[in-house]
């Protein structure tokens, strides 16, 4: 199946701190890769849908200056968590589709974000 | 607004017992349902069902769809410690990003 790589898996940081997540498909290109975040014992919320080369499509209640989504190439997605805070602290996934319709997901290992 | 409701939102059994998982679901224009594995890390994919009354199966586990009442089951039989986790429903429509349901967690205890 396809492989979709997210890094790091851990970041432990102060509060203020800027901190980025990579999300690459290994053997596939992506056009669209989907962001979410997830509270403990609750189910996935989808941030926002990163598109190549153009703005990412936030989900409604998601601060754009506060979570920079770039999505630079085919391959790779980028969340930045932009002056992070306590409340930011959350695992975060990655998702990226190989059909257009995007209905088969694959999806990262998760990034586990706990800022001090 | 689309929704997806899983239910029980968790479940203890027994190894060796046979468990069936339900997803039912209100979205527009409806294209397919997935079912998802979440262990600790990243959900992983277990089936895609976009026609109703075909049964899917791989080895233990099987999920089937019903369009008309608009759900979805997943069975899995003769439950081990390893089937552990927390199994995601998810409905695609259109050209929207899926809809997770909240999930079930199933604990299977030796």
């Known amino acids: 199946g396809a492989v979709v790589s997210q890094h790091p898996s851990r970041v432990i940081c102060k509060s203020g701190t800027s901190v980025k997540i990579e999300c690459r498909s290994l053997?596939?290109?992506?056009?669209?890769m989907f962001w979410y975040r997830q509270f403990p014992k609750q189910s996935l919320m989808l941030m926002a849908t990163?598109?190549?080369?153009?703005?990412?499509?936030?989900e409604q209640g998601v601060e754009k200056d506060k979570f920079l989504i770039n999505h630079a190439s085919l391959t790779l997605s980028t969340l930045t968590v932009a002056s992070a805070h306590p409340e930011d602290s959350s695992f975060y996934i990655c998702?990226?589709?190989?059909?257009?319709?995007?209905?088969?997901?694959?999806f990262g290992s998760g990034t586990q974000l706990s800022v001090l | 607004e689309d929704k997806v409701v899983q239910s029980p939102l968790s479940l203890v059994v027994h190894e060796g017992d046979t468990v069936t998982l339900n997803c039912s679901y209100e979205?527009?224009?409806?294209?397919?349902l997935l079912w998802y594995k979440q262990e600790k890390k990243a959900p992983t994919f277990l089936f895609m069902l976009?026609?109703?009354?075909i049964e899917k199966k791989s080895g233990r586990l099987s999920s089937i769809l019903d369009k008309k009442e608009l759900f979805s089951i997943l069975n899995i039989t003769a439950t081990q410690t390893g089937d552990s986790a927390i199994y995601l429903c998810?409905?695609?429509?259109?050209?929207?990003?899926?809809?997770f349901g909240k999930g079930t967690r199933l604990s299977v205890i030796a």
């Open positions: 998702s990226a589709s190989w059909d257009r319709n995007n209905e088969k997901l694959f």
């Open positions: 053997d596939f290109q992506a056009t669209t």
């Open positions: 990163s598109n190549e080369g153009s703005k990412a499509t936030y």
């Open positions: 979205v527009t224009n409806f294209r397919s």
């Open positions: 976009t026609s109703s009354g």
């Open positions: 998810a409905v695609h429509s259109g050209n929207t990003p899926l809809v």
